[in-house]
């Protein structure tokens, strides 16, 4: 985007820099685990800590908070690390927790050794958020499960339960190949 900037080369008018750190575990290890169990008990695992969450739920700060066959739950903190050049949380973040929980939400509905990734992603922002509009809840819900290509919807609500976004996801559903 712009040149690497040091502390000693940023204006003064910036204000004081800010920082947010990051760590994760090896994404390969929940990978493993999930051939070994269906979607339903990998997002169990993951909830549990039995199986590290994935980087991007980190990353994003993310976490499950629900979870059921077909449905899943997950709250997601807001900060300004996160906002756009206009001055709000940036609407890649929300459509990225949507993707998030139409995909958990058909992945609970899958058996060991099935995958999914999505195909098509319509989102409807409703609301601008904001770091004081936190922490979002977002919920995934199977519409129609399948064989070949699963349904699902998502919403995302603000910490006083308005609808921020909507979201309808296409998803094909595969056999995890062999390694």
């Known amino acids: 985007m712009t040149a690497e900037l040091t502390t000693e080369s940023t204006p003064e008018s ?9 760590e994760w575990h090896d994404p390969m290890i929940t990978a493993a685990g999930a051939l070994q169990r269906t979607g339903l008990e990998t997002m169990q695992a993951i909830r549990d800590g ?4 994935p980087p991007i739920a980190m990353l994003m700060q ?8 077909g449905r899943v739950e997950f709250t997601c903190e807001v900060d300004e690390s996160v906002y756009n050049p206009i001055g709000v949380v940036h609407g890649g973040l929300v459509c990225t927790l949507l993707d998030t929980v ?19 992603l319509k989102v409807n ?6 770091a004081t509009s936190g922490p ?12 070949r290509v699963a349904f699902a919807d998502g919403e995302v609500l603000d910490a006083a339960g308005r609808t921020v976004a909507t979201a309808s996801s296409s998803l094909l559903v ?6």
């Open 62 to 69: 993310m976490g499950i908070t629900g979870l059921e066959e």
């Open 102 to 120: 139409a995909g958990c939400a058909v992945h609970t509905t899958l058996a060991a050794g099935v995958g999914y990734t999505s195909i098509e």
């Open 50 to 53: 039995v199986l590290p969450p």
């Open 174 to 179: 595969f056999a995890i190949p062999a390694a």
């Open 14 to 22: 910036w204000g004081t820099p800010r920082s947010r750190t990051v």
């Open 125 to 130: 922002y409703l609301r601008a958020v904001h």
């Open 136 to 147: 979002l809840t977002a919920i995934g819900r199977v519409v129609k499960p399948g064989r």
